[in-house]
């Protein structure tokens, strides 16, 4: 074991671009099934093992590269592990996906049968030291790592879920195992997690939970449009480190260090208030500067005990300032009534704060070997607060601002453009932190860029080493996460400016030569510049006539300055659409679609390489700044070569290019046209110009124009009609892969299909969407295709209930309400507002189903006699319902509210109506239903029901269940 002394030691585990991998196959069974997992070894055995569960498309490529990883930058074993079957790695339909992993989510048994079969086989390996297991998963994997940690189970000293999906997990014994969970702030809710944090504590689990902004689901899986680098090495150091400890390779001596190393130096606020602060230098071998990290004090004052931390930061290589906040004069050993007497002050007056705090910034910034671009403010309770007000005032001079158990439940409204990183660091048991839902919702509306840590049991003031809340783990665990991002941030990784890792890549010797050629290699090479480089590879300049472009170097210049920004720009800040003006006056429009990202024409082959005066993005040809329509726009991308041949045929590429245009192209990709006899399409040329133009618009519509439902006549004079689930957009059979692609005059919206503009029954629906090739066959076979074709055909609300299946609950009701009769009147034009089965989770429906006077009455509140789109819903509206309720709705964005419960899924039709699909039992005043005896008049009791509609063929359920799925689709 090493024994670590606390704050003088930083581990520095960064995750590498995916590797070839270095893996043995291993099989193995458990209940009977054959399993086949992939070993990677490291150079030393035995060591600890780390068992990787996989996502839920199998075990194969990524959990691969994983392990050798694993074996290779931390030196232990590493087991891929299999869960669904040795025949079974590769999944790659969706629908068996999602048959598969819902097989294990809901056989909990069998999903730790599988863990322990994988845990049992490396503990008997002489490879492994069999009591340092850790047990690692990826999405599916790791739902499987938290259902583990649930269960009991003990072989496990550590437990680490990466983007796991979070469901209702079922509490068990006590948790034996560590627990790190690292999470997408645009993955799970922070409702979800708080739920999480919750369930762990009633299991009394020792857990760690991070949170990254913005971050979306599948953040490590390095091929997925949701792949980012930031949170993938922020979460690789955290986890790695995270192994270390709970295997047993680092211990922490916990020691204080042993004296302060500080210069006094006193200073004078703009008000004139006097001040007194402590100064920590680091030993430095060189006259270079370097980073400054600014200390604020808890509500205690600044003393020994920020004067130590300062003392720490200067021993791993930054200038440390522990400032004032109080006054010289208000510093050691403040009785308790001065220190809230001062703390009140400050935070009822946050400009004074703000102001003080931007004083000690100044005076650290004058200093000549400190990094004015490079500076780090953190604080510690009181000084949290400070240092997240700060940031929340807007203030760009503290590039990151880190908040140790802050007080964060009063935070003052956040600028509109919050310019520091911030990182929190709580207590799962501190009251101070306030409501993690609210505190992410105030940074997202200053759009920070954040990241928030909790540690299990963890209270106030838990990295104060005389109180009795100090915690050695959490201390140590808060101090390297802070530590390895100030790496991140300030670029500690010993590279140079954009001119030096330019130069020692390289791959840039052209782009190199134009800019000494342009006179901007100073400009390049200013190490108090902050840039953003999107830098052509020398492959790029390829075909390019070089010493044409440096016989005129003023437009050379603008052609370089063309790729630069004077600000950094990372990855996770470009957006679909974004426009982008460049220092020499270019606009570059961001196109992202399958995880690629285009600049105009250009692709980003590597993204965030970092430099100490930049970031830079390696792009595979020079950006093109020509004219930007529509034709040159999509011509450029590279991937629309069969729809501007088949336009140039049509006579279309005039209008498409035509400056004083405003169209609106819906793109089908050359993907889109397999499997398409493009040789037919052209030998009809009226008929190929048609096509084409029910393709366009001559109006900008932008994705956020777009609602579900709508129907939309083309140019061409076809009708689409789109549909929106789920985020994904439908134009009739074709999906938007990639929406709002600007050009100058127009947008484009990228398709996966051209779109069909055949009538839209049944089995043309399903034949267009694709996913149901087997389904239309035995229909086929059963000589049932004339029946689902028939556009006379009757499917009532009931019917597609039915068939639909999450409505179980819901039809029961209405059967013992009596209102089948009433759903199902076929000359009936009704809304129904149907709660799903889970809708009623919590609702005593046995109660309700006896007394069948009060259900009626409910149901009928959640019925309207005539027939309202999710077009014909107003913000404010308000609807009585048939049993007299009254309904209010709410639209905020995209969100759909009636009363209290939410519209997830609009406008399912029915032959006799529309379905509004619901999350929650609409609730009214009660006086609507609170007279059970009341007769409730149904306008429609006069329907009688049919005598034979008991009685169903099997083959006249068939285009009921077809309907079911089909509006699953829509759902």
């Not at 911030?422 to 609210?438: F, K, P, V």
């Amino acid at each position: 074991m090493k024994a670590l002394v606390l704050f003088t030691a930083i581990f520095s585990f960064v995750a590498s671009d995916p590797i070839e991998p270095n893996v043995a196959p291993f099989d193995y069974m458990n209940e009977g099934d054959k399993l086949q997992g992939f070993l990677s070894v490291p150079d030393v055995t035995p060591a600890p093992v780390v068992i990787i569960l996989p996502d839920w498309d199998g075990v194969n490529l990524y959990e691969k590269q994983r392990a050798t990883m694993i074996a290779k930058e931390l030196g232990y074993v590493a087991f891929a592990a299999d869960i669904y079957g040795a025949d079974l790695h590769e999944v790659v339909e969706f629908s068996e996906r999602i048959e598969l992993s819902t097989k294990y989510r809901s056989n909990n048994a069998l999903y730790i049968s599988r863990i322990k079969a994988a845990i049992d086989l490396m503990k008997s390996s002489d490879l492994v030291i069999s009591d340092k297991i850790a047990v690692i998963g990826y999405c599916f994997g790791g739902t499987g790592v938290i259902t583990y940690a649930l269960s009991g189970e003990s072989d496990a000293a550590a437990l680490v879920s990466l983007h796991g999906g979070l469901t209702d997990f079922v509490v068990g014994p006590e948790v034996k195992p560590k627990l790190l969970v690292l999470s997408g702030g645009a993955d799970d809710t922070a409702t979800d997690i708080m739920k999480l944090e919750d369930t762990l504590n009633v299991a009394n689990a020792t857990w760690e939970i991070t949170r990254y902004s913005g971050i979306k689901h599948g953040f490590t899986a390095f091929e997925s449009g949701a792949y980012n680098k930031w949170a993938d090495e922020r979460s690789w150091k955290s986890m790695s480190f995270f192994l270390q400890e709970a295997l047993g390779d680092v211990a922490f001596a916990g020691k204080i260090p042993a004296a302060e190393s500080v210069e006094t130096i006193d200073y004078t606020d703009v008000d004139g208030a006097l001040l007194r602060g402590y100064l920590s230098i680091p030993e430095m071998g060189s006259s270079a500067k370097v980073p400054a990290v600014i200390i604020f004090p808890d509500w205690d004052g600044v003393n020994q005990y920020e004067k130590l931390r300062a003392t720490s930061l200067s021993g791993v290589g930054y200038v440390a300032f522990a400032a004032d906040i109080y006054g010289k004069d208000l510093q050691e050993d403040l009785p308790f009534d001065t220190r809230r007497e001062q703390a009140t002050l400050y935070r009822s007056n946050q400009a004074l704060y703000v102001q003080r705090m931007q004083t000690a910034i100044d005076l650290v910034k004058a200093r000549d070997d400190v990094d004015i671009n490079k500076i780090a403010i953190i604080g510690y309770c009181f000084g949290g607060t400070g240092v997240v007000t700060y940031a929340f005032s807007g203030a760009e001079d503290a590039k990151i601002a880190v908040a140790f158990h802050g007080g964060l439940t009063s935070l003052p409204s956040p600028s509109p453009e919050i310019k520091s990183h911030i990182l929190i660091l709580s207590g799962g048991d501190d009251d101070a932190h306030g409501n993690q839902t609210e505190l992410e919702m105030h940074f997202n509306e200053g759009n920070a860029d954040w990241e928030i840590t909790r540690y299990a049991d963890v209270v106030h003031g838990f990295t104060s080493w005389t109180s009795g809340g100090y915690n050695l783990l959490a201390d140590a665990r808060s101090w390297e996460s802070m530590l390895t991002e100030f790496e991140r941030i300030f670029n500690m990784d010993g590279s140079g400016t954009v001119v030096d890792v330019a130069t020692e890549a390289g791959i840039f010797n052209t782009l190199l030569a134009a800019a000494a050629g342009a006179g901007l290699v100073d400009t390049l090479s200013n190490p108090d510049a902050t840039l953003t480089v999107l830098a052509p590879s020398d492959a790029a300049f390829e075909g390019i006539d070089v010493m044409t472009l440096v016989s005129d170097l003023e437009a050379l210049k603008t052609l370089l300055l063309n790729h630069v920004l004077d600000t950094e720009v990372y990855s996770k800040d470009l957006s679909n659409g974004q426009v982008v003006t460049m220092l020499g006056g270019g606009e570059v429009t961001v196109m992202i679609a399958d995880g690629k990202v285009m600049l105009n024409n250009a692709m980003v082959v590597s993204p965030d390489v970092m430099a100490s005066n930049g970031v830079i993005h390696v792009l595979d040809a020079l950006i093109d700044f020509s004219d930007d329509n529509i034709v040159n726009v999509a011509s450029a991308n590279g991937n629309f070569g069969t729809l501007l041949a088949a336009a140039n045929a049509a006579g279309l590429v005039d209008t498409l290019s035509n400056p004083d245009a405003t169209l609106t192209v819906f793109a089908p990709s050359d993907a889109a046209f397999e499997g398409i006899d493009v040789m037919t399409l052209v030998s009809d040329l009226e008929a190929l110009k048609t096509l084409l133009l029910n393709h366009v618009l001559d109006t900008e519509v932008y994705s956020k124009d777009l609602s579900n439902g709508q129907v939309v006549t083309m140019l061409g004079g076809g009708e689409v009609t789109v549909l929106i689930a789920d985020g994904k957009v439908m134009l009739n059979n074709a999906v938007v892969v990639s929406p709002d692609v600007m050009a100058s005059n127009g947008v484009i919206h990228v398709l996966d299909k051209l779109i069909d503009f055949s009538v839209d029954n049944i089995v043309n629906v399903a034949s267009a969407n694709g996913n149901f090739g087997t389904l239309l066959a035995a229909a086929n076979a059963a000589g049932l295709v004339d029946t689902l074709s028939n556009p006379d055909a009757n499917y009532t609300i009931v019917d597609v209930a039915t068939a639909n299946g999450s409505f179980g609950t819901l039809l029961t009701a209405a059967t013992a309400a009596g209102l089948v009769d009433t759903l199902s009147d076929p000359d009936a034009t009704l809304t129904v507002f149907a709660p799903t089965d889970e809708a009623f989770e919590g609702v005593d429906v046995a109660a309700l189903l006896k007394d069948t006077g009060a259900l009626k009455a409910i149901l009928l509140n959640h019925v309207l006699g005539s027939v309202v789109m999710s077009t014909d819903l107003t913000d404010d509206q308000e609807v009585t319902m048939l049993g007299g309720g009254k309904l209010t709705v709410k639209i905020d964005g995209g969100t759909v509210m009636v009363n209290n419960a939410k519209v997830t899924g609009a406008d399912v039709k029915a032959t006799n109506g529309v379905i509004h699909v619901i999350d929650s039992v609409i609730t009214f005043d009660a006086k609507v239903v609170d007279d059970k005896n009341e007769k409730v008049e149904d306008p429609t009791d006069k329907v009688k029901p049919n005598e034979d509609e008991s009685s169903t063929s099997a083959c006249s359920l068939a285009p009921i269940v077809l309907i079911a799925m089909i509006s699953m689709i829509v759902v």
